[in-house]
């Protein structure tokens, strides 16, 4: 069984260029569990790096970071709000005692933080390797309950493959590596002290956080259609997501008039769909899709989705300096037509 662990990301505020280039040498040596750590935007982070010499304290619950990047943006941060580590690179400001912080010119100081963070995500890096079990073996799993045990004899995790798991939050990577899956019967509870989630959540954290390609083949040269909303909460849908799934309740297409349709294309767009796919959102099988999708699709002129956007026809819609306005036949930048749970 292969091994695989997950990328985790930083989002930074305050440092300059230079700053940045210099973290950015620092990091892919720095993890002590040999993790990949890569920096992303704020939204996406699993923590959050924020310069103290460009750190304002507003109030005892508010900070304010300045841009470190000529015209970049300063970022106000509610702490209270905040549901991921924050980190500080010194120099601090006064009466600011973070948990976290290092010094920018010592990677030794930078290693310490981050296995700190490590530690601090060991849940979610356990069910990443949960999630990626899941999928190497679901061709020989049914729909039942198995517990997974390490072969020190811990139990280090429970699945519901109908829709729910758990997993010990103390365990680590190599606890996954040849662990038994044994079937339970299908009334078997989760433990209560494991972090609970749904079979949907840990397959699209796993999605994002694989560097593997999870894209079925046929996925890149059947038809695709939308099949169901993902049962996730919609705060962890990218805009990405969210227009595939706009696109795909509209009209079916291949992967390659979707990248005609959307303007992702190659690897992110393979990641988008994959993610999608695991949770169960779309569908190569025209008989699994929505009806409701197939009938849109059956109402509108298909022709129209195939075309580049320069392409379309006119409205005589005109913009402010009285040129001709080009718009596709759909508002693509209203809501989808989803409901989530």
Known sequence: MSFELPLLRIGMAG??????????????????????????????????????????????????????????????????????????????????????????????????????????????????????????????????????????GTLIAVVDLRGDAAVLPTASPMDFVDAMWTARPRDAKLPDQFTHTSLSQLMWHYALRTVRDVLPRRYRTEMLYFRRPPRLPQRLLRDSHLLLLRELSMAPGTFAELQQRTGLVGVQLAQDLAALYLVGAITSNPKRASQASLRRAEGSDSSLYSQQPSQLPASGVRDSRGSASRLQPHDFTAPAPLSFD
């Open 15 to 152: 440092f300059s260029l230079e700053q940045q280039e210099m973290l950015g040498r620092v990091l892919p040596h720095a993890s002590p569990g040999g993790l990949t750590w890569e920096f992303s935007k704020f939204g996406e982070a699993d923590a959050l790096w924020l310069y103290g010499g460009r750190t304002q304290i507003l109030s005892a619950t508010t900070l304010r970071i300045a841009s470190g990047v000529p015209a970049g943006r300063s970022v106000q941060i509610n702490m209270p709000d905040v549901d991921r580590p924050m980190v500080f690179a010194r120099p601090l400001p006064r009466n600011l005692q973070p948990e976290l912080a290092f010094d920018l010119e010592d990677p030794e100081s930078v290693g310490a933080v981050l296995g700190r963070l490590e530690t601090w995500l060991r849940p979610t890096i356990a069910q990443f390797c949960l999630a990626s079990q899941v999928l190497e073996q679901e061709s020989a799993l049914g729909s039942g309950v198995y517990h997974v045990t390490a072969l020190n």
